[in-house]
């Protein structure tokens, strides 16, 4: 097997990680730092709350990730769940920034044939593969809310991330979000 192909399965991973990352970063810029913290109703999500937590849980599943259980006993996750008034710049720097750090650093450690391997995630044995595709879709979930959030609080001066609507045939015809082959 060539060199380049030991981690096109785990760099496929990576790829959608920072295609997450991409659009969650996206939606974030176009957030007044009001709109960053508010909710829709008393028991809804803020997007600060949703930072807090994605931040805080990649960094508690990938630090360490090979050796010790995704679910650290440092982790505060009920803590991600509150708005406790800290600084948008504070949240971003030193927990969205680290979740996403411990994450790119790991994945670049990683190989193809480490995805049949174990880790453990709250006593849970999983394969590499499993945990990267449960990470994944949990992080897509947030990242979608966080997009909504972004979206609705926006309103007409939203600038969409994705193909907007009615110009899909356009994009078709050059998709330059699309993966090389």
């Not at 990352?21 to 997007?47: K, M």
């Not at 090979?66 to 708005?83: I, P, Q, T, Y």
Request: net charge neutral; hydrophobic share 40%.
């Amino acid at each position: 097997m060539p060199a380049e192909s030991s981690r096109a399965l785990v760099d496929s991973f990576g790829g959608e990680y920072a295609r997450y990352r991409a659009t969650a970063e996206g939606a974030l810029a176009q957030v007044r730092d009001d709109a960053f913290f508010a909710t829709l109703d008393p028991t809804a999500n803020s997007i600060a709350v949703l930072v807090k937590h994605v931040g805080g849980n990649l960094r508690s599943r990938f630090t360490d990730f090979l050796d010790s259980d995704g679910e650290k006993s440092w982790r505060d996750r009920d803590n991600e769940f509150v708005a406790d008034g800290q600084e948008r710049k504070r949240l971003m720097d030193e927990i969205w920034q680290p979740g996403w750090a411990a994450v790119e650093q790991t994945v670049a450690t990683l190989c193809d044939a480490d995805l049949v391997r174990s880790v453990t995630i709250r006593g849970k044995p999983l394969s590499v593969a499993e945990a990267l595709c449960r990470s994944v879709a949990h992080t897509a979930t947030h990242v979608g809310q966080i997009v909504l959030l972004a979206k609705h609080a926006a309103g007409p001066a939203w600038h969409t991330l994705s193909i907007a609507r009615g110009e899909s045939a356009t994009y078709n015809r050059n998709p330059t979000r699309e993966r090389r082959p």
